[in-house]
Nanobody
Framework: QVQLGESGGGLVQDGGSLRLSCAAQGRTFSSIAMGWFRQAPGKEREFVAGISWSGHTTWYADSVKGRFTISRDNAKNTVYLEMNRLKLEDTAVYYC???????????????????WGQGTQVTVSS
């Protein structure tokens, strides 16, 4: 229903910044919540940030709160993740995902998201 494609990953030094983009194609994009997840080597996929369908409400994992900012531009069918003051532990493959259903809840579980991008690698070096 929603096709997603991430871009913007790369290699950055500790303390640096990156902006990830998630381009979407699908008629339901503008009316559904979106999220960013990440998966580091040897770890399970974890929630990073979420945003409501309107972009008015956002929520974050404690580990990135104050450093990352999620936003969306529905006119461009794009979701962004601005990452600042990156740390070594931020190294992971980052995935964009679309919620399965319409909801007002601040969903954070992988099971609550249905459409996923292929992921983009973010590597933070010392």
């Amino acid at each position: 229903q929603v096709q997603l494609g991430e871009s913007g990953g790369g290699l950055v030094q500790d303390g640096g910044s990156l902006r990830l983009s998630c381009a979407a194609q699908g008629r339901t994009f503008s009316s559904i919540a979106m999220g960013w997840f990440r998966q580091a080597p040897g770890k399970e996929r974890e929630f990073v940030a979420g945003i409501s369908w309107s972009g008015h409400t956002t929520w974050y994992a404690d580990s990135v709160k104050g450093r990352f900012t999620i936003s969306r531009d529905n006119a461009k069918n794009t979701v962004y993740l601005e990452m600042n003051r990156l740390k070594l532990e931020d190294t992971a493959v980052y995935y964009c995902a679309a919620a399965r259903t319409l909801t007002f809840a601040r969903i954070v579980e992988t099971k609550d998201f249905g459409s996923w991008g292929q992921g983009t690698q973010v590597t933070v070096s010392s």
